[in-house]
């Protein structure tokens, strides 16, 4: 094989990479955007035992899932090319607002992007400061462990730690049905 007839295959072949990774962006955003249109629902989760999640926030600060037995937690997998990811935001951040003082905590895990990105990002967006806890999943290990292959996707914890239910794709997060199933996990006194 000729020195020209390998560097066109290899050129050939990056540009068919390119192809399936553009091929597979663009499917990601409609399966999102398609799973809030039709009123995305958490569905019981059918997967292994829950992994551990251990991660730094934006102010160092080490944010460990095991800590926060005894509450529901509602860990969302997101980054800030992902639109659907980015729509829901404020949704999120109003479900926090609404669950304030119970035993609920959202944990947000940016995935694969660089603190500074992110920084950069919560600084420019409408998102009152310190309303969400971001964590920070730069190399992606924690959504590997999770199987976060599609973003956003949202993991609700039981209060005994145990992955209960998960839901893939935007949502909007003050939706009655989303609301109560959460509460739903939570001990009777604390529900509405």
């Not at 959504?143 to 239910?165: C, E, N, Q, T």
Request: charged share 20%; glycine share 6%.
């Amino acid at each position: 094989m000729t020195l020209h007839m390998r560097a066109r295959r290899r050129v050939l072949a990056g540009m068919a990479c390119a192809a399936l990774a553009a091929a597979a962006a663009s499917l990601a955003a409609p399966v999102a955007a398609a799973a809030k249109a039709a009123g995305a629902r958490f569905t019981p989760w059918k997967g292994r035992a829950t992994p551990p999640l251990v991660l730094k926030d934006a102010r160092g600060r080490t944010h460990d899932l095991a800590a926060y037995r005894g509450r529901v937690v509602l860990v969302n997998f997101w980054a800030t090319w992902c639109e659907p990811c980015l729509e829901e935001m404020p949704s999120l951040e109003a479900l926090q607002d609404r669950l304030k003082g119970r035993p609920f905590t959202l944990l947000t895990v940016n995935m694969q992007e660089s603190e500074g990105k992110v920084r950069q990002f919560l600084q420019s967006t409408l998102l009152q400061d310190d309303s969400l806890v971001v964590l920070f999943d730069g190399f992606g290990t924690a959504a590997k462990d999770w199987k976060a292959r599609m973003l956003p996707v949202s993991f609700l914890v039981g209060p005994d730690g145990r992955i209960r239910h998960t839901l893939l794709g935007a949502a909007n997060w003050s939706a009655a049905e989303i609301v109560s199933q959460i509460e739903r996990l939570m001990p009777a006194s604390a529900r509405s």
